[in-house]
């Protein structure tokens, strides 16, 4: 955290951050332990300025180097394609980048059905909820992103887009780079047409509608990002598990900002059993009632 932050930022003494679960001395990777990682960068000749560029892929496997290596060559492949066709974006690699199998499970909540939603620990430290059935859309807002956001009440557009779909009940939350959407009172498959169809009409962005669709899970990030509060991120590296310590420090720094803020609701706003867990674990990791800045 900067000096100025530390003089002049937020500060909270009578609001200790939440304990992590569990009293282990680390939290491991649910999957495989042993993860194989590569990274291939492959060339091209880019169409509109006829220059040498490179793009760069990653792959993760449980298995083997060579599975890893298949696909990162694979991905960069992907990249150099979108490049030639004009796609900037590229996207086919972030599911493989994103795999909730290899990351440390810091909590697990269960429903009559089983698994209802994973805690893990993405890649730079903070904790993020895999939900199976609960619907999370985070949209953003390239013009007010920011600790404050100066917009109170979501966006017209958005609005249309939660109350088209009759029936359906919403909870909305700022977040620093725009909107995060969750119904409360309906599941989906993350895989369906529908689920995936939905995402995209309320502007969810593109490359989490891939996510959803590969891992099989809706993901919500609940700890703001490290950077964003003035403090260094953490590096997880794929399949290793993470000190406690390390995850609680982590958490106890950053407590000051929340992650998302509680705006309003839109349809009915009652939550059915299955997700009132959701919507509780969900509002209480993410600090969502308070008015603390936002990371």
């Not at 999957?31 to 492959?42: S, W």
């Not at 909730?100 to 730079?124: F, H, K």
């Not at 600790?147 to 109350?163: C, H, I, S, T, V």
Request: proline share 8%; aromatic share 8%.
């Amino acid at each position: 955290m900067g000096i100025f932050d530390r003089l002049f930022g937020p500060k909270e003494p009578d609001d200790p951050a939440l304990i992590l679960p569990g009293t282990d001395a680390t939290f491991p990777p649910a999957g495989e332990q042993r993860v194989f990682r590569e990274l291939r960068t492959l060339p091209a000749a880019d169409p509109a300025t006829g220059k040498r560029v490179f793009r760069s892929g990653v792959g993760v496997s449980t298995s083997s180097h060579a599975e890893a290596r298949a696909q990162a060559e694979e991905q960069a492949r992907r990249a150099l394609d979108d490049l030639v066709a004009g796609r900037r974006e590229a996207m086919g690699g972030y599911a493989y980048l994103v795999d909730r199998r290899i990351e440390p499970v810091v909590e697990v909540l269960r429903d009559q059905a089983g698994e209802a939603a994973r805690m893990t620990v993405n890649g730079y430290g903070a904790i993020v909820m895999n939900a199976r059935q609960a619907l999370f859309a985070d949209i953003d807002v390239l013009d007010d992103q920011g600790k404050n956001p100066r917009k109170e009440d979501p966006p017209a557009q958005l609005l249309r887009g939660l109350a088209s779909r009759s029936g359906l009940g919403w909870r909305t939350y700022r977040t620093y780079g725009g909107w995060r959407c969750l119904c409360t009172n309906a599941v989906f498959d993350p895989a369906s047409d529908e689920a995936l169809s939905l995402l995209r009409d309320l502007g969810a962005d593109p490359k989490y509608v891939l996510l959803c669709r590969a891992q099989r899970t809706f993901r919500a990030r609940l700890t703001p990002k490290a950077w964003r509060a003035g403090e260094r991120p953490i590096e997880v590296p794929p399949g290793r598990p993470i000190p406690r310590k390390d995850l609680q420090r982590y958490v106890d720094h950053t407590w000051q900002y929340a992650t998302a803020r509680f705006v309003t609701t839109v349809g009915p706003s009652e939550s059915i059993p299955e997700l009132s867990e959701i919507v509780a674990y969900h509002d209480r990791w993410t600090q969502a009632t308070t008015s603390k800045p936002l990371a």
